[in-house]
């Protein structure tokens, strides 16, 4: 969930970050160009943003980072890897106009994923 999203369940919760983590498996909150914060079991990851080539409409590019998440998630990858395909995705999206007319391959998924963070994802 985005991070403004976050802020209203604590309001109306009156729960801390951490009371609201012991519910799940893992939260994942996004930061826009801050990046992104994985918790699970306690443990607290920063996933960092990838820069994106341009920043043209941030339409869709919550649904896009969701993308990437469920890719991982569908292809038995880690949690933070899958977040990473998540920036990624957020980062192609953030330089398209438009909510959902992006288009890429996995091989340009894959190389912006290489370049932002050091290792593939793929095989």
Known sequence: ?????????????????EQVAKQLDAL?????GDGSTLITNGSIESIEAVKPEAIKDPTGCGDAYRSGLIY???N?????????IGAVMG????????PQNHEHTL???VE??????GYSFIG
């Open 28 to 32: 994942i909150i996004t930061r826009g």
């Open 107 to 109: 091989d340009e998924i």
């Open 112 to 117: 912006r994923f290489q370049n932002a963070f």
């Open 91 to 98: 980062a192609l999206k953030i330089a398209v106009q438009g």
């Open 72 to 74: 991982g998630i569908q």
């Open 1 to 17: 969930m985005h991070d403004y999203e976050f802020q209203l369940i604590q309001e109306r919760t009156g729960w801390s970050q």
């Open 76 to 84: 038995n990858l880690d949690l933070i890897t899958s977040c990473r």
